[in-house]
Every structure is written in structure tokens, then in C-alpha cells.
């Protein structure tokens, strides 16, 4: 028998407080509606996994915000491996849909009037987990509604994670530090970037490889990688975007693995979330049609702006279209070659 002072299983997990979480608004009202238990679960469900991925994500932004973060660092290894465990979970919550929509719209419609206003549009959760990614307010889909539906607390409480630094301004400002661009760079101009011998033989390399059409290209190419941040909705720095498109380039040498499952890993993310996105907005479809949600947005049309405008990383995605094939890529200078190698590993080698 335990004892009464040992840990014990429902004590641990509070089953107290959780399991009876679940407080029906047909069972308060007299009203038939099985389905509102699972209704009611797995939102609750979501918002425990909000939570986690909260938790991971506040920790890689502790992390980030060293003023060092060295590419083969422990701690890159953790902003790493909690990266991919944030991605394991969102592949859940899209997959979890499924569990929603076995219920169908004549059981949701059992419920349905007895919820409003209330709205999955009032998850605070889901509001800080996009800001501490790095949507801002500014970005947002009908700023107005986003304020109007949420308490005053909450409103407050989403409006100071905006304040803190997001993971994507961390990561602008980890690429921006990136060492091997300064030895990259320190041959030519630092004023002018673009004309180092790299990136010029780059430069060629990318408008040899594109079509006809797409000759217009090399604008964007200059733009990204050599412009003046002139552009206030541009959340990446040239240099940034330099040091992020050398990191995918050269993945292959052991230093920029990590870096390189970072960026893919957030590229990750703002595709789950889409698609979370989208299947959620395709069950609001299926289940409500075009009628007003609970929260009295328009619903499905509502979703569908949202999911557009909602993605964080699209900067890295767009960097993408900027590759050149392998067999294109310069060679780099020999020095920096062996720093993104195991050059530290030689002399142990050569004894073994
Ligand atoms: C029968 C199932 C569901 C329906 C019909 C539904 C419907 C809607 C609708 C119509 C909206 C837009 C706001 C409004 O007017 O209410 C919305 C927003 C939202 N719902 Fe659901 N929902 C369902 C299930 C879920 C579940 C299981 C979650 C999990 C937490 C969820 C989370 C959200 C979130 C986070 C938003 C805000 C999305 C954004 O602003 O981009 N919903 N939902």
C-alpha cells in the first residue's frame, strides 16, 4: 500500500482538477448532446499541447538570446532537438482533426447555439504560440476582431508576448552574426557585399540557371541578398538572408548541419501550422457551410484569410528560389572549407 505521504499517480497528474474539467453546457441546460464531451475534450486536448509547445518554444528563445550561439554548441543541439519535437506534436494536432470530425454537423448542431459567443478564436494559447514564432500584430488578419473578441486580460496578456522577441527576430539576428561571412567577405568591400568574388561567381551561376522567363529574378536576387533593408514588412536582413542561403548551400559540411535543420525545421512549422490551418477550416466548412462561426466571423471565409496571411517564415522559403544545382555551386576557399569541417579532428585521426 503506499503510503500516504509517496507520490502517488492522481496526486501527481492533478486527475482531480482535469478530469473534472468537463462541464457540458447541455447537461446545465437539460439538453440532449452527446457529442459535446468530445467537443469539449478535444479542444482541451489542443490547448495541453499549446502549452507544451509554448513551453519548448520559450525555452529555444532563451537559447536564441545569448548573445553566442556557436553552430556545434550544445545548446544549438537542444534548439535543434526541441525544434523537432514542436514539429512531432503539430503533426498530432493535424492528425487529430480526425477525432473532431467523426462528429458530423446534426450533432454539432445539438450544441452548437448554446456556445456562442464563445469561439477557438478566444485561444489566447493559439494567439501567443503564432507571436512567439513571429506574427505581429501589424500582420494579422482583421486586426479590429482579433482585439474585440478577446477579454481585457487577454488582450494584455497576447500583447506582451508580442513585445518579447520572437524566434524569428532570434533568428534574424543569429544569421546576422554568422562568423564565416565575414570570411567570406573580408577580401573585398564590406560596404558592398555583392561585389566579393563568391558572390559574384554565385550571382552568374543563379542567371545561367534561370529560363528565359524568369531573367527578371536576378532583381529579387539583388534585393534580398544586397538591398539596404529599406522595407519595414521585410523581417530578414540582407545579410540574414546571405548567411541563411549559404547555410542550405553548403549543408553538407558537418558545421552547418545544425544551422541547416534549424532553418528546415522552422520552414516545418509554418507548414503544419498551414495545414493545420486548412483542415480545420475545411471541418468548419463540412460541418457549418457558409454560415457565422460561434465567434461570428465569417466563418470559413474568415479561416481562409487567416491561413494566407498567417505564415511566419516565408522569407526562408522564399530564399529557395535562389538555389543553384550543386554541380553549379563555387567551390569554396580552402580556408573556410576546413572551418566548416572536422578540421579540429585531424590530428586525433591521423594517431588513431
Ligand atoms: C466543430 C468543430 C469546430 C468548428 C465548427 C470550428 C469553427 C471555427 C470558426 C468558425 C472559427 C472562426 C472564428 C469564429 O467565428 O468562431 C474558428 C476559429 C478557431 N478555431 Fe475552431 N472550430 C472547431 C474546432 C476547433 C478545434 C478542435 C480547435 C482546437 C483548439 C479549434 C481552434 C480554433 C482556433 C485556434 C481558431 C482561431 C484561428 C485563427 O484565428 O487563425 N477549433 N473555429
Known sequence: MPEKTDVYYSDYLRLDAVLNAQNPESDKKGVEAHDEMLFIITHQAYELWFKQIIYEL????????????????????????RTERIITILRLLVDQINVMETMTSLDFLDFRDLLRPASGFQSVQWKALEARLGLRFEDRHGKGYYTSQLREEDVSSVKDTEQRPSLLELLNLWLERMPYLDFLDDRAD??????????????????????????????LFDALLFGKNENPDRRLSSAACRAALFIVLYRGYPLLQ??????????????????????????????????????????????????????????????NGLLVARKSLPELPESLARMLGFSGFEGFLEKK
Not at 520559450?58 to 532537438?81: F, G, R, Y
Not at 493545420?276 to 465567434?295: D, E, L
Open 258 to 319: 545544425m544551422p541547416y535543420r534549424l532553418m528546415n525545421g522552422l520552414l516545418e512549422i509554418d507548414e503544419l501550422m498551414a495545414t493545420w490551418r486548412t483542415r480545420h477550416m475545411n471541418m468548419v466548412h463540412r460541418m457549418i457551410g457558409a454560415r457565422v462561426g460561434t465567434g461570428n466571423s465569417t466563418g470559413r471565409a474568415y479561416l481562409k484569410a487567416a491561413l494566407d496571411k498567417h505564415y511566419v517564415f516565408s522569407e526562408l522559403a522564399e530564399l
Open 190 to 219: 564590406r560596404s558592398d557585399p555583392g561585389g566579393h568574388p563568391f558572390w559574384q561567381d554565385y550571382k552568374k551561376a543563379y542567371s545561367e540557371s534561370l529560363l528565359r522567363i524568369e531573367q527578371s529574378n536576378t532583381v
Open 58 to 81: 520559450d525555452s529555444i528563445t532563451d537559447l536564441m538570446e545569448a548573445p553566442e550561439v556557436k553552430d556545434n554548441s550544445p545548446a544549438m543541439q537542444t534548439v535543434v532537438h
